[in-house]
């Protein structure tokens, strides 16, 4: 743990000792400075309020997009003719940047939660889709032969076959789509839509608060990492080992 830090802390220092010797900038803070920017944020309460404006978007964009592609997935995986029905619309869609439905999803939703949840909820429902489709035909045959032999309707052999089998692998696919909740969620906010924290990084640079914009921006970062390590922990409580093996394919 000490050496991971080393590297970080190092840079830290060399930043700090290259922006006072650089002297005030529009453009570049010293960490010292931006971490007082920190506090003052988390002071005022405007870097909380933001926080909960930018996790209400990604969390909300993330359970629809994650249900959606997890019931498509389950399905495609399962039935061979609707994923060949599917598959070619599923595969025009799929390459559509996020960012470009953004003009679309304003006429049609306008500024706020809507607008956010949509565009955060269309981005995080392909990984979902595609890595569920995988893990649902990765099930091992002979469970499927045990499900026939026991006659277990489609619907049971999915609840008390597929599903367990595959669950590992679709939680690697949810911590995927959890990260780019988070990124797609404050692109938006920076493009257009007022709120959170990546409209607070537009203000402060507007406002020419290098120091104020690169403590939203280290913010962010220890949202992220804090979001990826609950989903580690939960992941590792619920299967064990195999969630080290699943995530290492």
């Given at each position: 743990m000490q050496r991971a830090l080393a590297l970080p802390a190092a840079l830290v220092a060399l930043a700090e000792i290259g922006a006072r010797a650089h002297g005030p900038s529009d453009s570049i803070a010293p960490p010292s400075a931006v971490v007082s920017a920190l506090l003052e944020a988390l002071a005022d309460g405007s870097l909380a309020g933001a926080t909960r404006d930018t996790l209400v978007s990604a969390f909300g964009g993330l359970a629809i997009g994650a249900g959606l592609g997890l019931a498509l997935g389950v399905m495609l995986g399962s039935l061979r003719p609707l994923d060949r029905l599917l598959e070619p619309t599923i595969e025009l869609m799929r390459p559509i940047p996020s960012v470009a439905v953004i003009p679309i999803a304003l006429v049609a939703l306008g500024?706020?939660?809507?607008?956010?949840?949509?565009?955060?909820?269309?981005?995080?429902v392909w990984p979902l889709l595609l890595l569920t489709r995988a893990a649902v035909r990765g099930v091992e045959?002979?469970?499927i032969e045990v499900a026939r032999a026991l006659r277990l309707s489609?619907?049971?052999?999915?609840a008390k076959i597929v599903a367990p089998a595959a669950l590992p692998r679709i939680f690697v696919a949810l911590r995927l789509a959890a990260g780019i909740s988070l990124v797609v969620a404050v692109t938006v906010e920076i493009a257009v839509n007022p709120q959170g924290l990546g409209y607070g990084v537009m203000t402060a640079g507007q406002a020419l608060r290098p120091d104020m914009m690169l403590a939203y921006v280290v913010w962010i970062g220890i949202v992220g990492f804090a979001f990826n390590a609950a989903l580690v922990l939960a992941q590792r409580r619920l299967f064990g080992k195999a969630a080290g093996v699943e995530a290492a394919r």
């Open positions: 500024f706020g939660y809507r607008l956010e949840i949509a565009i955060v909820a269309f981005a995080c045959p002979r469970l489609p619907l049971q052999r999915t």
